[in-house]
């Protein structure tokens, strides 16, 4: 099964957004942070840093266009079909100090509105946040259509 095979198969998801007929695209975020320097923090810093994202996750959801913001835990496990069978391993696959820490999934009406929404995320609002590495990475998202 090839790429192609899986692209063709796949559709942009748009939703009516108004009686203008305004289509919109869902767009996927993953929020990345360094591990080691923000595990090397005492939790009340930690805790400070968070309540400086609050202001900007307020922000981020009147957007209106949030449909889903949610902080992941590090557990990390790993599916994959090795000899016809399912093997689950610990992750991630390779040694990294960046990992996810969030993930969000918003509508734009493009790559650049979703460029704008995202930039309105703590990720890239909170000073603190260069220090720990944080970044996002957005993409567009494709689905199947389940008819059952």
Not at 1 to 28: Q, V
Not at 41 to 51: H, Q, R, W
Not at 52 to 58: D, F, L, N, R, V
Request: with cysteine.
């Amino acid at each position: 099964m090839s790429i192609s095979w899986f692209a063709d198969r796949c559709i942009y998801r748009y939703k009516n957004l108004n009686d203008l007929g305004e289509m919109m695209m869902i767009f996927l975020c993953m929020g990345y942070f360094n591990s080691e320097k923000m595990h090397a923090l005492p939790s009340a810093e930690i805790e400070a840093v968070m309540d400086e994202c609050q202001p900007h996750t307020e922000k981020f959801y009147e957007s209106g266009k949030v449909l889903l913001d949610a902080g992941l835990e590090s557990e990390i496990k790993n599916l994959r079909r090795v000899d016809g069978k399912v093997i689950v391993t610990d992750g991630p696959f390779t040694e990294t100090k960046e990992l996810i820490g969030s993930i969000f999934i918003f509508e734009a009406e493009n790559m650049d509105e979703a460029i704008q929404i995202a930039s309105i995320h703590p990720t890239t609002q909170v000073n603190k946040g260069e220090e720990f590495g944080w970044r996002i990475e957005i993409r567009p998202v494709h689905y199947f259509k389940n008819d059952k």
